[in-house]
């Protein structure tokens, strides 16, 4: 069902630039609204993740919305959280072993605002669980010890995470 497929596109397509005209006018009519930022820098960070020509443009315009977002609001750890994301994604995507260092940076501060904050915990050990496999470096023990609190804390991915990556066969 091709058209469907393509009807279905054309409605998401349709409904994100809405939400990034209805963004960009908040910011606009108040450039203190967080949450217009903050729902901005979420779509460019999926738009990244969907177009392979644009990442880095994306990207750069989720980098920035994020950074005012953090300007207006520093003690959020679900914004750090997805900013840590943006970092993970970025550095999967180009190779480029500073972001996970970053994408761990902003975990961490995630972590230290929410102790309880199990997605973080879970993003943080697949940016170690990243390094690991894309740097040969020796991140699989924090990586597991990550995934392990994660679940400890109620994340279903993270204990498949560490079912897959830690368990000893």
């Not at 679900?78 to 180009?94: A, I, R």
């Amino acid at each position: 069902f091709p058209s469907h497929d393509t009807r279905s596109y054309n409605l998401l397509q349709y409904n994100l630039e809405q939400s990034m005209k209805a963004c960009k006018k908040a910011i606009e009519l108040n450039p203190s609204f967080m949450d217009a930022y903050f729902h901005l820098a979420c779509i460019y960070q999926a738009l990244g993740t969907k177009f392979n020509k644009s990442k880095q443009y994306y990207y750069s315009l989720a980098f920035t919305n994020y950074n005012n977002v953090l300007a207006l609001e520093t003690n959020s750890p679900g914004v750090y959280n997805n900013v840590g994301m943006l970092y993970s994604e970025y550095g999967y995507d180009f190779n480029d072993y500073n972001s996970y260092l970053n994408a761990i940076r902003c975990f961490n501060s995630s972590i230290s605002l929410d102790p309880e904050n199990s997605s973080a915990y879970l993003n943080r050990g697949i940016a170690y669980l990243n390094i690991g496999y894309q740097f040969r470096q020796p991140t699989l023990p924090s990586a597991c010890n990550d995934f392990y609190t994660s679940c400890s804390l109620g994340e279903p991915k993270a204990c498949t995470q560490y079912n897959r990556a830690c368990r000893r066969k």
